[in-house]
């Protein structure tokens, strides 16, 4: 049996995976890699479950196989949840490595919290992945993952804003933790494995 995750972000496809295998299921997964045909979705939503669920119909319809989309972000407090669904565009900046984007993003918002106490630093990392059936049948969660963000960069994993975000009860930020440890706790381990048990009870 084979799950296409409906993702260009290579991190991500390896977290299903090791979810799927914890969870006992015997559920091959595949990224978007194997099927360089598939349609680029626009995410012209502007909810992370309305963007999730058009990225998974895309690719089941294209692929006529099961497929899994998270469409996924930062809400900073301080700035009435913005970035939110924005949060790979928060710069501005497109066409470029992930790496280089993702370092302008997290500097933005940096920039922006330059003079907001450690006090009203919260922010929250919200996930909605979405499940998509050759039937027509969907199923969509939404994971939530609070902590505070740190004035500056710390740790070398993860991608996106996990140099500066530190789960509520850490002192390390996530990218100063392992892949194991942030996805037993992180808002898309959270949804990945809600969705796990939908599969589960499909059978
Ligand atoms: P796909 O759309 O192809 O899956 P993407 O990385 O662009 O890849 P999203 O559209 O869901 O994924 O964008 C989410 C952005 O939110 C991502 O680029 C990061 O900046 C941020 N983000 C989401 N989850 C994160 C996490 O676990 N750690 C750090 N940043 C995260």
Redo the contacts with the bound molecule.
Sequence with gaps: RTLVL????A??VPEMRAILAEAGLDIEVVG?DAYPDAPDVA?TENT?TG?ALL?ARAVAAHTGLPAV??????RVDELNGM?GVL??R?SGRFGEA?GD??AA??DLVLDQLADTPEERRGAE?V?AAALVLPTGREHVVEGV?RGTLTTGPRGGN?????PI?VPEGETRT?AEMSAAE?NAI???GIAFRALARELLALG
């Design positions: 409906a993702t260009r972000n991190k991500k978007l995410e992370f963007n990225k989309a998270d469409d996924s972000g930062l970035p949060s790979a928060w992930a984007r993702d993003n997290l990392f996930a993952f993860g991608f996106g804003y996990d975000f996530t942030k992180s808002h898309r």
